[in-house]
């Protein structure tokens, strides 16, 4: 019993994620904008960066403070998110190429 109820207390932390609100993105030249939003799972501190929907980049940010840096690409291009603490709320700048294309607030 006292087995189960551990196990139920652990998994009951499990899958809770912090939510940005999307931002649009229209690069120069480019035709469609992109919907930019992220989340972070609390528990393993991993943050998803979406476009249009989309799973973009993902990595892991620190397990101490939440902060840190991901890379990778989407269709081609480089995409990198850096996160910090900005007036007691998780801030992260994504960068696509050498341009800022949102500031997401978790």
Known sequence: MKKLLFAALLLSGC???ATSQMQTYRAP???EAWHIAGRIEEMTQVLT???NGQDAVSGKLSIWNGLGSVSGEYQGRPISATCNKV???RQCQVVVGSEIAATLVF
Do not use: Y
Request: charged letters at 10%; aromatic letters at 8%.
């Open 15 to 17: 899958g809770t994620f």
């Open 29 to 31: 030249g480019q035709s």
């Open 49 to 51: 960066i979406t476009v």
């Open 87 to 89: 007036r007691q709320q």
